[in-house]
């Protein structure tokens, strides 16, 4: 069974369109992690949602906005594409760290988004 | 804040020589060190992590990576490289009183092994 599943691998869009990305896990871990990774590779944290709040929200554009329906579940709704957008998402989750800070990440294959 | 540099964009090694890719972080206090891998077209899997204890930890794959806390590292190495170990690698940080829990990655090197 897939631990952290993302769905679309492959998201071919206009500019302007509203897309959204979605991210499941199935580990029971309590926060869930949206990672952006550039055409040069380096990986950018978005947003982090432990049990259904959010407490880091690094400074992306606010057409980007998680939406965490329950636990296991971690989406990302994008309005107003533009051709910068175009990127791998990664999302990925881990246990409650200040109880357990020495585990890392489990990470989901990714969403390559490409905006035309 | 906290911080990871990888200095080497891409470390080339031909097959069955030993290999080190090179990570220093920055945090203010105790580090949690990770090296994830990630092969083309695919999300980052992780390889080990320094926790406390053994300076040498060994992870997955042959991989081994070794703490220095003087020189703020933590090189991951192999013994022997393979052509399959080609791949991009990540090195990641924590610090223990992140009140975010925050992973900060590096900006990953690539590795090519030529047979």
């Known amino acids: 069974d897939t631990a952290v599943s993302q769905t679309p691998k492959y998201l071919v869009t206009q500019m302007g369109n509203d897309k959204s990305i979605k991210c499941e896990q199935n580990?029971?871990?309590?926060?869930m992690y949206w990672y952006k990774q550039d055409s040069k590779k380096f990986l950018k944290i978005m947003f982090s949602?432990?049990?259904?709040?959010?407490?880091i929200n690094e400074t992306v554009p606010n057409r980007f906005s998680p939406k965490s329906p329950d636990k296991a579940h971690l989406n990302l709704h994008i309005n107003s594409l533009e051709l910068g957008d175009s990127a791998v998402y990664f999302c990925a989750s881990s246990p409650q760290t200040r109880r357990t800070p020495n585990y890392g990440y489990t990470f989901g294959s990714g969403t390559r988004l490409t905006v035309v | 804040a906290q911080s990871v540099a990888q200095p080497e964009d891409q470390v080339n090694v031909a097959e069955g020589n030993p290999l080190t890719v090179k990570c220093t972080y920055s945090?203010?206090?105790?580090?949690?060190l990770f090296w994830y891998v990630q092969y083309p077209n695919r999300g980052l899997q992780f390889l080990l992590k320094y926790i406390t204890g053994d300076n040498l930890v060994k992870g997955s794959y042959g991989f081994e990576a070794e703490f220095n806390k003087s020189q703020t590292s933590f090189h991951l190495k192999k013994p022997s490289a393979l052509v399959s170990d080609s791949a991009l690698y990540f090195c990641?940080?924590?610090?223990?009183?992140?009140?975010?829990?925050?992973?900060?990655f590096g900006g990953g090197t690539r590795l090519m092994v030529k047979p």
């Open positions: 949602y432990n049990n259904k709040e959010l407490i």
């Open positions: 945090v203010s206090g105790n580090p949690y």
């Open positions: 990641a940080v924590r610090d223990i009183n992140n009140a975010g829990n925050m992973l900060t």
């Open positions: 580990l029971g871990h309590d926060t």
